[in-house]
């Protein structure tokens, strides 16, 4: 393992072993209630299943860097309690973030989380906004960290010419994401059309013809 790669693994450990102190979720009540995402039983989380293995806190999905040739050039890679069921009751999960030169995590939030990105890879101009709608932002490189604050719309965008990637650390096993674009126009059923144009300013036409870019793929 090269120095470099050193340093990521102290420091992914470290945010989460932090982020587990301050979760998000509700304390857990025993040892561990790894998940069982094939139950019908509705709680807040997931059922807790019998038969536990090592292979329900292990995941490899982020070793590799995720293919970046989507519509946004960016991918998210989610290590949270759907990949992991032994998270569950356990309030971290993690993510990893690949963009490609001019790739944008466009404006989102995490309803259920604070978040902390790591950066392995190049450099990314982020931000987040407040309810105030102040713009916190900053450029970041390689080796460098940046936080969002749960609840507030922020993003993440790759300027350089280089493809980059970061390791972000949630202090929920679910945090949950709304991407604002996709939201109010790709709804289902989808939010009426008179609501958005009052809400945006602009012509039915164009809440129309915004809503088609975010229409299912038949």
Known sequence: MTGFGRVVLVMVVATVMMLSSVSADPD???DLCVADLTSGVKVNGFACKSNVTAEDFFFAGLA??????????SLVTAANVEKIPGLN??????SRIDYAPGGLNPPHTHPRATEIVFVLEG?????????????????????????????????????????????????????G??????????ATP???DDVLTKAFQ????EVQKIKSKFAPKK
């Open 28 to 30: 857990l009540l025993q």
């Open 64 to 73: 590799n860097p995720g293919a970046t040739n989507t519509t946004t050039g």
């Open 89 to 94: 009751t356990l309030g971290v999960s993690l």
């Open 123 to 175: 450099e990314l101009d982020v931000g987040f906004i407040t309810t105030a709608n102040v713009l916190i932002s900053k450029s970041i490189k390689k080796g460098e960290i940046f936080t969002f604050p749960k609840g507030l719309v922020h993003f993440q965008k790759n300027n350089g010419k280089v493809p980059a990637s970061v390791i972000a650390a949630f202090n929920s096993q679910l945090p």
């Open 177 to 186: 994401t709304q991407s604002i674009a996709a939201t109010l126009f790709g």
């Open 190 to 192: 989808p939010v009426p």
């Open 202 to 205: 602009v012509d039915t036409k």
